[in-house]
Nanobody, 120 residues
């Protein structure tokens, strides 16, 4: 079983910054995609940013130029640096990690979610 532990959410004023972390632990042979999603009240869960094992990254248009995703493969950890935060960034942020427990046993796991609130 693979567990994800998120940290770093909180309350910040508009224009401020936060850094989210998500550490994966358990039986892991390799990790492919690591990403962050967010879900605001009454809305669907949407992709914010993701990174692959090859180093490519992808961002939602609404966060390009403000958010940066990075990963530490040695620690099985993914980060989301969020700068110039806006009230519309307020949501619960979830990390997602996909990989393999063994050569033929893939997994996809979600973090528990961390609240990010941006005040105007």
């Amino acid at each position: 079983q693979v567990q994800l532990v998120e940290s770093g959410g909180g309350l910040v004023q508009a224009g401020g910054s936060l850094r989210l972390s998500c550490a994966a632990s358990g039986s892991i042979v390799s990790i492919g995609v690591m990403g962050w999603y967010r879900q605001a009240p009454g809305k669907q869960r949407d992709l914010v940013a993701q990174t692959t094992s090859g180093g490519s990254t992808d961002y939602a248009d609404s966060v390009k130029g403000r958010f940066t995703i990075s990963r530490d493969n040695a620690k099985n950890t993914v980060y989301l640096q969020m700068n110039n935060l806006k009230p519309e960034d307020t949501a619960v942020y979830y990390c997602y990690v996909a990989g393999f427990r063994t050569i033929s046993n893939p997994f996809g796991s979600w973090g528990q979610g961390t609240q990010v609130t941006v005040s105007s």
